[in-house]
């Protein structure tokens, strides 16, 4: 017969922290990715449209093909809201290096580019148009 109560205290302790543990780790629904990561993995398949929405993550991908390589970071950017985020992008290829930045609202997935630079020097949405053709492999 195995009883808890019949465990020494010392086993008794190990085992309850061990669960403690185990629950945070896996979170109430049993789920590893945070809400971070799926908003970034979720932007990765985002496509721009318009003039706010240049470029989204999709077309990043595109972008560097198989010759370059991209970063992705996300984070929460001072003074945000709790759900708005900064997703970052850095991308290098051809030999030029380019950072994009975007807001993104968690919550109803709304985004927008906010700030590009490539190789260095910040782009309006008419350079980039143009900026983009240099270092993509399209």
Same mark, same amino acid.
């Given at each position: 017969m195995c009883d808890v109560m019949?465990?020494?205290?010392?086993?008794?302790? &190990?085992r309850s922290i061990a669960v403690i543990a185990l629950?945070?780790?896996?979170?109430?629904?049993?789920n590893f990715q945070s809400e971070d990561t799926k908003t970034?993995? +979720?932007?990765?398949?985002?496509?721009?449209s318009g003039l706010s929405n240049i470029i989204g993550g999709a077309e990043i991908q595109k972008c560097v093909?198989? $010759?370059? $390589?991209?970063? +992705?970071?996300? &984070? #929460? =950017?001072?003074?945000?809201?709790?759900?708005?985020?900064?997703?970052?992008a850095n991308v290098a290829n051809k030999g030029k290096k380019a950072r994009f930045q975007w807001a993104v609202n968690r919550e109803n997935k709304n985004f927008?580019?906010? &700030?590009?630079?490539?190789? =260095?020097?910040? #782009?309006?949405?008419?350079?980039l148009a143009l900026g983009l053709m240099t270092i993509c492999s399209l």
């Amino acid at each position: 017969m195995c009883d808890v109560m019949l465990l020494k205290p010392e086993i008794r302790l &190990f085992r309850s922290i061990a669960v403690i543990a185990l629950t945070l780790l896996l979170g109430c629904d049993g789920n590893f990715q945070s809400e971070d990561t799926k908003t970034l993995e +979720w932007f990765k398949t985002t496509t721009g449209s318009g003039l706010s929405n240049i470029i989204g993550g999709a077309e990043i991908q595109k972008c560097v093909g198989i $010759s370059g $390589s991209v970063e +992705w970071k996300i &984070f #929460q =950017g001072k003074d945000m809201a709790e759900n708005l985020r900064v997703i970052e992008a850095n991308v290098a290829n051809k030999g030029k290096k380019a950072r994009f930045q975007w807001a993104v609202n968690r919550e109803n997935k709304n985004f927008e580019l906010t &700030f590009a630079e490539i190789d =260095g020097e910040a #782009q309006s949405r008419l350079s980039l148009a143009l900026g983009l053709m240099t270092i993509c492999s399209l």
